[in-house]
């Protein structure tokens, strides 16, 4: 073999280096923004059902005003009942805020962020 042909070689086998570490570099940067945005949507669909949540409760407690209002038949007990439900319900979510709410939160990125490329396993 002449040096030339081992010097292109050399050459050639430099510049296929590069461009892999290019071409892995804009893998990892690809990977880095689907998990980013899947954690974004993921986190923006929680808020979406958080709010709807918050009305459906607010609708519930109305009705159970007015139920208790009938009972009671008085507004100031009624109220003073809800209030203790939304206190009851508040510690209630206080106390069990880890399995209820953080470990879920944590399940679930780990699984966006560690899930296999190509996998949906959403």
């Known amino acids: 073999m002449n040096k030339e042909t081992i010097g292109e070689q050399i050459q050639s086998l430099g510049n296929d280096t590069r461009e892999y570490a290019r071409l892995h570099i804009e893998l990892l940067k690809l990977h880095l923004t689907d998990g980013t945005a899947r954690v974004f949507s993921v986190i923006t669909t929680l808020i979406i059902l958080i709010g709807f949540g918050f009305f459906v409760l607010f609708f519930i407690a109305m009705i ?33 805020r880890r399995r209820i709410i953080l470990d879920p939160m944590v399940n679930v990125l780990t699984r966006i962020i560690h899930s296999k490329e190509g996998s949906d396993e959403e």
Do not use: Q
């Not at 007990?77 to 508040?90: D, R």
């Open 64 to 96: 159970l005003w007015f139920v208790f209002v009938d009972i009671t038949g008085s507004v100031i007990w009624a109220s003073t009942i809800i209030a203790l439900l939304y206190s009851v319900l508040g510690w209630l979510t206080y106390v069990f």
